[in-house]
């Protein structure tokens, strides 16, 4: 137990240790190469930023789950790794090239199969979920290759703004590694924490960094929802059949993730209505409709994490109950919260009264005050503009700059409504 405690943290020290030192050679060379990820209609930087910063997580991931394991056997790694190395490669081809979704389906597509068929990993029992146990081979193929290839392909649309798949996935990484570690699947749980340590060095990069300011790219996210397919998948097998634990494994795997997966179907049955291909990219992202609000990326970030701990908090108390319940319930939850986003946006945008926009969006100057504490209003004015992605409502140019505190907010709004109804009478 103390071996593996040891392991454990060793791991996720050498992942933090090989990150941060490897990002700022990969800046200098991309600087030197100029290697760029360039703002765009669809990018939410305004400058241009290095996005290689996948080759640091490969590498710290790697290094520290081989060192992590010590003289332990893991039969699993030789798979997990020929998956991260293709799409190692094809994502650093992407961040550089660019190569159409097709391509980078296939090679997911590959990876998901070397992962079933050759290390046969993959989900053999639904533990009564609608009535299901266990079931046949093929369908647990396709079932797999559906779940491994659904989450890579979701941790690659929700990196969207900074630190945000950095974020969900060092809380989902920490959680699985937790559940492993309890379990006594320890070689997951060391490739767990390793992929969190190195997540929480390239987090600082990211968020916080001036000269050294890096993206993971498409090279990063692939690899990271690899390592979270094939974590989730193992979490509910490894949970014996029978037992307490195995009646919440699925649901809770699903609320570990849930954020990232019911974005992703959320804009492909959206994209699918409209009549264009699932893989076609646009600006609908749970990310981009709360950075509409005029929410800054950190708030953002805090409000989509904060979400997604609070759905596994609601669900881990309730893991007695019968799946199917919890799984209703998970599916109201994150369905509600999905569309809350966009409701408030589209009744911001369809209200004609302007007195009633100024009252309805102090409610989110507040909650900005409180994610931030207070700022210029100036400078915050310059922010909010910057950070709406379609063009203002249309309103004058002076209303359209006028952002002070909640509280004259409502007073303006108190004034204007009795000016409006002095005029009716």
Same mark, same amino acid.
């Given at each position: 137990?103390?071996?593996?405690?040891?392991?454990?943290?060793?791991?996720?020290?050498?992942?933090?240790?090989? %990150?941060?030192?490897?990002?700022?050679?990969?800046?200098?060379?991309?600087?030197?190469?100029?290697?760029?990820?360039?703002?765009?209609?669809?990018?939410?930087?305004?400058?241009?930023?290095?996005?290689?910063?996948?080759?640091?997580?490969?590498?710290?991931?790697?290094?520290?789950?081989?060192?992590?394991?010590?003289?332990?056997?893991?039969?699993?790694?030789?798979?997990?790794?020929?998956?991260?190395?293709?799409?190692?490669?094809?994502?650093?081809?992407?961040?550089?090239?660019?190569?159409?979704?097709?391509?980078?389906?296939?090679?997911?597509?590959?990876?998901?199969?070397?992962?079933?068929?050759?290390?046969?990993?993959?989900?053999?029992?639904? #533990?009564?979920?609608?009535?299901?146990?266990?079931?046949?081979?093929?369908?647990?193929?396709?079932?797999?290759?559906?779940?491994?290839?659904?989450?890579?392909?979701?941790?690659?649309?929700?990196?969207?703004?900074?630190?945000?798949?950095?974020?969900?996935?060092?809380?989902?990484?920490?959680?699985?590694?937790?559940?492993?570690?309890?379990?006594?699947?320890?070689?997951?749980?060391?490739?767990?924490?390793?992929?969190?340590?190195?997540?929480?060095?390239?987090?600082?990069?990211?968020?916080?960094?001036?000269?050294?300011?890096?993206?993971?790219?498409?090279?990063?996210?692939?690899?990271?929802?690899?390592?979270?397919?094939?974590?989730?998948?193992?979490?509910?097998?490894?949970?014996?059949?029978?037992?307490?634990?195995?009646?919440?494994?699925?649901?809770?795997?699903?609320?570990?993730?849930?954020?990232?997966?019911?974005?992703?179907?959320?804009?492909?049955?959206?994209?699918?209505?409209?009549?264009?291909?699932?893989?076609?990219?646009?600006?609908?992202?749970?990310?981009?409709?709360?950075?509409?609000?005029?929410?800054?990326?950190?708030?953002?970030?805090?409000?989509?994490?904060?979400?997604?701990?609070?759905?596994?908090?609601?669900?881990?108390?309730?893991?007695?109950?019968?799946?199917?319940?919890?799984?209703?319930?998970?599916?109201?939850? %994150?369905?509600?919260?999905?569309?809350?986003?966009?409701?408030?946006?589209?009744?911001?945008?369809?209200?004609?009264?302007?007195?009633?926009?100024?009252?309805?969006?102090?409610?989110?100057?507040?909650?900005?005050?409180?994610?931030?504490?207070?700022?210029?209003?100036?400078?915050?004015?310059?922010?909010?503009?910057?950070?709406?992605?379609?063009?203002?409502?249309?309103?004058?140019?002076? #209303?359209?700059?006028?952002?002070?505190?909640?509280?004259?907010?409502?007073?303006?709004?108190?004034?204007?409504?009795?000016?409006?109804?002095?005029?009716?009478?």
């Amino acid at each position: 137990m103390t071996i593996s405690i040891f392991q454990i943290i060793l791991a996720f020290c050498i992942g933090l240790i090989v %990150v941060a030192y490897g990002i700022p050679v990969i800046v200098r060379i991309s600087v030197a190469k100029r290697l760029y990820d360039v703002p765009g209609e669809r990018k939410v930087n305004n400058t241009v930023v290095p996005n290689l910063g996948g080759i640091a997580l490969f590498a710290g991931i790697s290094i520290g789950t081989l060192i992590g394991i010590l003289r332990d056997t893991f039969p699993d790694w030789r798979y997990i790794s020929s998956g991260m190395i293709i799409l190692f490669f094809i994502g650093i081809k992407d961040d550089i090239l660019v190569i159409s979704a097709h391509k980078k389906l296939a090679a997911q597509v590959i990876c998901a199969l070397i992962l079933i068929l050759l290390g046969d990993i993959r989900i053999s029992h639904f #533990q009564g979920i609608l009535g299901i146990h266990e079931i046949n081979y093929w369908v647990s193929v396709i079932f797999s290759l559906i779940l491994i290839v659904g989450t890579i392909n979701a941790m690659n649309l929700i990196d969207g703004i900074d630190g945000l798949a950095a974020a969900l996935g060092i809380m989902a990484t920490l959680i699985f590694g937790s559940l492993f570690y309890i379990l006594g699947n320890f070689n997951y749980a060391i490739l767990c924490f390793a992929t969190a340590g190195s997540l929480a060095s390239f987090y600082l990069f990211n968020v916080h960094g001036k000269t050294n300011k890096i993206f993971m790219g498409d090279t990063g996210s692939l690899i990271l929802g690899l390592i979270l397919a094939v974590s989730a998948i193992n979490y509910i097998e490894t949970t014996p059949i029978g037992t307490i634990t195995s009646h919440y494994s699925p649901i809770l795997t699903l609320a570990i993730l849930s954020i990232p997966l019911f974005d992703m179907i959320r804009l492909f049955a959206l994209r699918i209505m409209q009549r264009k291909s699932p893989f076609s990219p646009d600006m609908n992202h749970i990310h981009h409709m709360l950075l509409k609000l005029g929410l800054s990326h950190r708030s953002v970030r805090r409000i989509i994490l904060i979400t997604n701990l609070a759905i596994i908090g609601i669900i881990y108390p309730l893991r007695t109950l019968n799946n199917n319940l919890l799984l209703a319930l998970l599916l109201i939850m %994150v369905t509600l919260l999905m569309a809350l986003p966009a409701f408030i946006y589209e009744f911001i945008k369809s209200e004609n009264s302007i007195a009633t926009r100024i009252w309805f969006k102090s409610y989110f100057i507040a909650l900005k005050t409180l994610f931030y504490g207070k700022t210029n209003t100036t400078k915050n004015t310059v922010q909010m503009e910057e950070n709406f992605l379609e063009k203002p409502l249309r309103i004058s140019k002076i #209303q359209r700059n006028f952002r002070p505190a909640a509280n004259v907010l409502i007073k303006t709004y108190v004034t204007e409504k009795k000016s409006n109804d002095n005029l009716v009478s």
